[in-house]
């Protein structure tokens, strides 16, 4: 079963969009998550929150390994050559300062991702100063503020809807994934594509446990640290994130969206496959893995997705480093943020090095 379902993944599902994309909506952009509980908490039934559906993804490297070693051994190589893409959790030093760390998270409610390695524990349990991506999504008051704020950001403000936008095929495609989430497309109708995308991406246990109460990790670890009455810093606030979302063409978030529905069903088990690597600590086999399950295909025009890359990932790693230096030069800080926001050349852990500090990971 899981060799099938790795079988036509392969055949159907262009790795610059769907699989990167949706990945990245779910992985690293607190606005995504925040616009997607809010949804879920209005319109799940509280019996459903209650007994949320099992989650049923399927790890495809196994079968992957077993059916294509010549495969399996490629993203492997290619991960080796990833500069920092083994482990998620980093101490940061410099001489004269107390140390600080670095934990790389996933946005998601999975028990086993909130399970955090002990020694990240204890780091964050003992640091003076808790940062994450962005801290408005303690305050909701605050948050939903910041979305009115900016309607054309989030929503269709020239009289469509997603309809509009999408052939009858995909609208109906639509409609079944958010039904299957609890949800309605003429209630989120205006919303702009890639928020679509994020909640037909997450996979309907995911949605369940949010509509139930339960914290991601990163806000998780934030809403201890105001329990036990430290600072809490963030390095975005969530109109720069959405902003960044809008600066990306339409079309590109259409097609995502599209690809994204093409998959279906099938997303739980690349979300699955992207929790077995990030426990493994094996980030830099994220990218490789989704290339691997999902190829791109032969003559497709990189360059949106080549832009989508530099303004939601390099853009933000270089402001979000910016901005955590000061904070890490007082010391004894705890920095949680996206998983993939770690590895690579232009990571945040390389990019902390250029700024004097010494970064190893704590395995």
Not at 23 to 34: D, G, K, N, S, T
Not at 114 to 137: F, H
Not at 145 to 165: N, S, V
Not at 278 to 299: K, N, R, S
Request: charged letters at 25%; aromatic letters at 6%.
């Amino acid at each position: 079963m899981i060799a099938h379902s790795f079988d036509r993944l392969r055949q159907r599902i262009p790795f610059s969009s769907a699989g990167d994309v949706a990945l990245w909506l779910i992985a690293a952009l607190h606005v995504a998550l925040f616009i997607a509980t809010a949804f879920v908490l209005f319109s799940v039934s509280p019996a459903r929150a209650a007994e949320p559906p099992t989650c049923t993804g399927e790890d495809l490297l196994p079968a992957l390994q077993k059916t294509d070693p010549a495969a399996y051994d490629k993203i492997v190589a290619e991960a080796a050559k990833t500069p920092n893409g083994k482990g998620i959790f980093w101490k940061i030093e410099k001489a004269g300062v107390q140390p600080s760390y670095l934990l790389g998270t996933m946005h998601v409610t999975d028990p086993r991702v909130l399970t955090m390695p002990e020694a990240a524990r204890k780091a964050a349990a003992e640091a003076s100063t808790i940062v994450i991506e962005s801290d408005e999504i303690l305050d909701e008051k605050k948050a939903a503020a910041a979305m009115l704020m900016h309607p054309e950001l989030t929503m269709f403000t020239d009289g469509t809807t997603i309809r509009d936008h999408l052939s009858n095929e995909d609208a109906e495609k639509l409609e079944k994934g958010l039904k299957a989430r609890g949800l309605s497309l003429a209630a989120v109708a205006r919303m702009k594509p890639w928020i679509l995308s994020s909640f037909v991406a997450l996979p309907a246990c995911e949605l369940a446990r949010k509509a139930a109460g339960a914290s991601f990790l990163d806000k998780q670890i934030a809403e201890d640290a105001i329990k036990a009455g430290k600072r809490v810093a963030g390095l975005e606030t969530l109109a720069e994130q959405l902003q960044a979302m809008a600066d990306l063409p339409v079309e590109f978030h259409l097609q995502a969206l599209i690809e994204t529905l093409e998959l279906g069903d099938r997303m739980d088990d690349v979300i699955e496959t992207m929790t077995a690597l990030y426990i493994a600590g094996d980030i830099g086999m994220t990218m490789p893995t989704l290339e691997a399950v999902a190829p791109t295909e032969l003559g497709k025009d990189e360059s949106a997705y080549a832009a989508f890359e530099k303004r939601i990932v390099t853009d933000r790693n270089r402001i979000m480093a910016e901005r955590a230096a000061p904070i890490l030069s007082e010391g004894n800080t705890f920095i949680a943020v996206g998983a993939l926001h770690l590895p690579g050349d232009e990571g945040l852990v390389e990019l902390i090095r250029q700024q004097g500090f010494t970064v190893s990971v704590i395995e």
